[in-house]
Nanobody, 129 residues
């Protein structure tokens, strides 16, 4: 089992920046056997969508087209923490942001909701124009 806790959300004006964090905890083996971690977001009335994913082996990263060049996903393996640096924020980035993790080995890609077994409770990001 893996527990995920997000933090760092808030309200900013368009063009601003935020840094989200996701602390992972659980049995040592569970933490170190995580194969991929990702950030998803869900706006009111919309489906949850993938934002960015990072793979433990090789550190490859994938981004949704809507955030490429503005968001950066990273992971601190010592602190067991996942980050999402969000720059040049737009009102359309407003959503609840969720951290996710999974142990299953699969082809590297951004991934979908079904590809992740563990989820945090979410942190709200609001961008005003």
């Amino acid at each position: 089992q893996v527990q995920l806790v997000e933090s760092g959300g808030g309200s900013v004006q368009a063009g601003g920046s935020l840094r989200l964090s996701c602390a992972a905890s659980g049995y040592t083996y569970s933490i170190y056997s995580i194969y991929c971690m990702g950030w998803f977001r869900q706006a009111p009335g919309k489906e949850r969508e993938g934002v960015a994913t990072i793979y433990t082996v090789g550190g490859s990263t994938y981004y949704a087209d809507s955030v490429k060049g503005r968001f950066t996903i990273s992971r601190d393996n010592v602190q067991n923490t996942l980050y999402l640096q969000m720059n040049s924020l737009k009102p359309e980035d407003t959503a609840m942001y969720y951290c996710a993790a999974d142990h299953r080995v699969r082809p590297n890609a951004l991934g979908s909701v079904d590809d992740f077994a563990y989820w945090g409770q979410g942190t709200q990001v609001t961008v005003s124009s």
